[in-house]
């Protein structure tokens, strides 16, 4: 059974707690890779269940894709993570989770930017495109 919304936020809130409480020890300045490390280990100790570097095959016009896609981070299964450690986002990045979340299927992205003075600065929460349709629609 999919997660409900009320799920999904809520597990994002929890994986946004978790980046926070990273960004807070360490600041910004560091690899990517060291973020990702300290996010794998802050979600566990929440009791969440995340696969690193997680490759998703797809198919493109009846041919598999095998080494196509690879996610930072999945959490729980429905959230795809993008980590970033650059000087500012820009819509490529954007642009980026929002095909993930389409070939992967997964509901919601989060994209964090850990080069940011606070993390909150360099987040965005992103939704599966066909989530906009339902609202839309509904």
């Avoid at 809130?13 to 990517?32: F, M, N, Y």
């Avoid at 929440?46 to 490759?55: A, I, K, M, P």
């Avoid at 986002?89 to 919601?108: F, R």
């Amino acid at each position: 059974m999919p997660p409900t919304p009320a799920q999904i936020e809520e597990l994002t809130e929890k994986v946004i707690g978790c980046a926070i409480e990273v960004h807070r020890i360490l600041g910004p300045g560091l690899l990517e890779s060291v973020y990702r490390e300290c996010m794998i280990i802050e979600m566990k100790r929440e009791h969440l269940r995340v696969d690193s570097e997680r490759q998703i095959p797809f198919d493109y016009k009846g041919q598999r894709i095998s080494g196509g896609l690879k996610l930072d981070l999945l959490v729980n299964g429905c959230v795809v993570v993008e980590l970033k450690a650059v000087e500012r986002l820009h819509p490529i990045h954007l642009a980026q989770v929002i095909t993930y979340l389409k070939i992967s299927g997964c509901p919601a992205g989060l994209l964090m930017n850990f080069n940011s003075t606070t993390l909150r600065a360099g987040l965005r929460r992103l939704y599966h495109p066909d989530r906009y349709v339902m609202k839309l629609t509904s």
